[in-house]
């Protein structure tokens, strides 16, 4: 009853005139910030930061939390109609650019608005009655488990590539590798930079994910000397009810994992979609179909991105402690306002706690009436004749690159790794665990390094500890039954060939 009373409170709150106006704003400038190629929340979020002095304590905040969780629904749109991802939707270039292939592109946004729905209306579930619990459970992970938590993640690559497990392996090492360009945290040391100065800082997510996805295909789209846009079906918006049924429970499954990876620091929603991905491949009913177009592999990282966007927050104001970069720059917000988030702030600013809550779910609501009405708009860019769409789209990955560091060399990479991505294509190599690699990998080892320094270089503290040792103990039942299938996979004896 207590949270009942809670969340009745909150909603006295969050549905005041000028709370809804705020929420209103930030989702609707969250979703346009997701639409623009490299426009993600943090940049904006950046931008808009001074005008928390002259704003409402509660409103103020109330806008910035909803462009952040706004910007991951508008972000699958772009992945789904040209395949011109953010970093939390890179797993949405798969199968949802797949159906837009197919002519289902009106039914890939449609999905992803329902599980974004249904992963954030699990997600605020899961803050309001576990919050001030929940937060805790980051405490008990230490470098030992992050690192082996790192290694369970790279299990996701034989879920996410779309072709051989041999392919994905090596795609995701290359990823690892361009993930330690740059100045080394620890010692300072340049590492792989070719003496070029612009690489020190190493080499930007957003630049790698809009090369290899979005440029690479525009350049394939040019090759082939194609005019037609990649939509050419009718718009068909609503599921049917067996296509609904498979939403469901692939939704429901990234809203729980999104959930849980929210809460941990290096989590959140770029993690999360790989997961849950790599799990709706393992245990949907249609995973022989996943990678190909199916409803499951839209539906399953929509609900996880949207679900840890807002779980999110959890660490943040129950300990004080930001997981991401975006979180840091809405801690920057609580502070200027003169709100110190951690242990007690949900007793001393019980109104703002909750009326942030509550707020979130309205949000929710927003962004469904906003957008699912408005996917026969956001089709019609497939109307603009394909010579003047690919300028277009050149031009905003340019201006989105450009706009993260104010450095003109992030362009010269992002058109580099445009060339790369074309050759992947080419070569028939699936860039999606490049993408995990690259996330992945910098974290893995500096997880390593400071596990390695607290033991004192003993390698036992990775079993000795509870939660490293379990996860490793996954891992290696993992490699061994993925080791016995291919081993009877290799015994069946080949199907004869009929005349």
Request: aromatic share 12%; proline share 5%; hydrophobic share 50%.
């Amino acid at each position: 009853m207590d949270i009942l009373n809670n969340l009745a409170f909150g909603f006295e709150h969050a549905l005041t005139l000028h709370n809804l106006m705020y929420c209103a704003i930030g989702c609707a400038v969250g979703t346009l910030v997701g639409l623009l190629p490299g426009l993600g929340p943090l940049s904006t979020i950046s931008l808009l930061l001074p005008l928390t002095y002259s704003l409402p304590t509660d409103g103020s905040l109330i806008m910035l939390a909803g462009i952040y969780y706004g910007a991951q629904y508008g972000d699958s749109v772009s992945a789904i109609t040209m395949k011109i991802p953010h970093a939390s939707s890179i797993v949405a270039c798969i199968d949802g650019y797949q159906m837009t292939l197919k002519g289902k592109t009106g039914l890939a946004l449609f999905t992803a608005g329902v599980s974004s729905f249904i992963g954030g209306t699990v997600a605020i579930v899961v803050l309001a009655t576990l919050a001030p619990t929940l937060g805790e459970v980051a405490f008990l992970f230490g470098p030992a488990d992050y690192c082996a938590l790192m290694l369970f993640g790279f299990m996701c690559v034989s879920f996410v590539t779309t072709g051989s497990l041999l392919n994905g392996l090596a795609m995701a090492f290359i990823g690892v590798l361009l993930g330690v360009v740059g100045t080394d945290v620890n010692s300072g040391v340049a590492r792989f930079t070719m003496d070029m100065p612009f690489l020190l800082d190493g080499i930007g997510l957003i630049s790698i994910a809009l090369g290899c996805f979005g440029i690479a295909e525009v350049v394939k789209n040019l090759d082939s000397g194609s005019q037609l846009t990649p939509f050419n079906g009718k718009i068909k918006l609503m599921p049917t009810w067996p296509e609904f049924k498979r939403i469901i429970p692939s939704a429901l499954r990234g809203s729980v994992i999104g959930s849980v990876l929210g809460i941990l620091p290096g989590g959140g929603p770029t993690i999360a979609q790989f997961a849950a991905y790599a799990v709706d491949k393992r245990f949907s009913k249609y995973k022989d179909e996943i990678g190909h177009g199916a409803i499951e592999g839209v539906a399953g990282q929509a609900a996880a991105d949207e679900a840890a966007a807002r779980t999110s927050f959890i660490p943040l104001m129950s300990i004080g402690i930001p997981e991401n970069a975006v979180m840091a720059l809405m801690m920057g917000a609580f502070i200027i306002k003169g709100i110190q988030p951690g242990p007690n702030m949900i007793t001393e600013h019980r109104d703002l706690f909750w009326g942030l809550v509550a707020s979130m779910w309205v949000g929710n609501c927003f962004l469904v009436t906003l957008n699912v009405p408005l996917v026969r708009y956001w089709l019609s860019v497939f109307k603009i004749p394909f010579s003047v769409l690919f300028p277009s789209i050149l031009f905003f990955c340019c201006v989105g690159t450009y706009s993260i560091n104010n450095n003109l060399d992030d362009i010269f990479i992002t058109a580099v790794f445009g060339f790369i991505g074309y050759l992947f294509l080419r070569l028939k190599l699936d860039p999606a665990p490049l993408m995990l690699g690259f996330i992945l990998g910098p974290m893995l080892e500096e997880n390593f390094r400071r596990a390695m320094l607290i033991s004192r270089g003993n390698f036992s503290v990775f079993v000795t500890h509870p939660i490293s040792g379990t996860l490793l103990a996954l891992i290696a039942l993992f490699i061994v039954w993925q080791l016995l299938v291919f081993y009877f996979q290799s015994r069946k004896p080949a199907t004869p060939v009929t005349a």
